[in-house]
């Protein structure tokens, strides 16, 4: 079987993130989105939260998914991908400045386990979105619609 992981915080998840996990549905049989519970970073929502909405939104997509599973990763991503049979992370890349860092933990990531990173240009319709700026914005009341899956912005309200 063909698996892919989509790894990332998703605190929250956004449009931009579920165009990603979509696109990375067809083209492989199983996808995971690995949920990262860094104990070092404080996020807005808990790890079972975060993987809450990504199920939803997963759900509610028009072109729903019956291949995407969301769990939450520990430790070394390339520990997961071992551990779930995984050959190949795929990454959004919205511009030049997410490259650098990628592109180094894409290395670290093949040298570690000869996991395979795949680099998916992001919709340009969210190329400037970001979990950390949507909850910016949402927290000084800003309108965050059609940036993030519904779900998340009922929860977002709720929250900010
Ligand atoms: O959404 P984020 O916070 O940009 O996602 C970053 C993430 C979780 C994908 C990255 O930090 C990661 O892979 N963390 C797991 C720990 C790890 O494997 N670190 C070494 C990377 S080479």
Not at 5 to 24: K, V, W
Not at 87 to 101: E, H, P
Not at 108 to 118: C, D, F, I, Q
């Amino acid at each position: 079987m063909r698996r892919a992981a989509c790894p990332g915080s998703f605190d929250p998840i956004t449009n931009g993130h579920l165009d990603i996990i979509m696109r990375a549905s067809k083209l492989f049989d199983e996808v995971i989105v690995a949920v990262s519970i860094n104990k070092t970073k404080t996020t807005l929502f808990t790890v079972d939260e975060r993987m809450e909405l990504i199920r939803e939104a997963v759900r509610d997509h028009p072109q729903a998914a019956t291949n995407v599973v969301v769990e939450s990763s520990h430790g070394l991503l390339v520990d997961f991908c071992r551990a779930h049979d995984v050959a190949s992370i795929v990454k959004g890349l919205r511009a030049v400045s997410d490259f650098d860092y990628e592109l180094q933990m894409a290395q670290m990531n093949n040298r570690l386990a000869g996991v395979e990173t795949l680099f998916m240009s992001t919709n340009p319709q969210y190329a400037f979105l970001s979990s950390s700026l949507v909850k910016d914005v949402a927290r000084y009341g800003g309108d965050v619609s059609g940036l993030v899956p519904d779900i998340v912005l009922k929860h977002l309200r709720e929250r900010l």
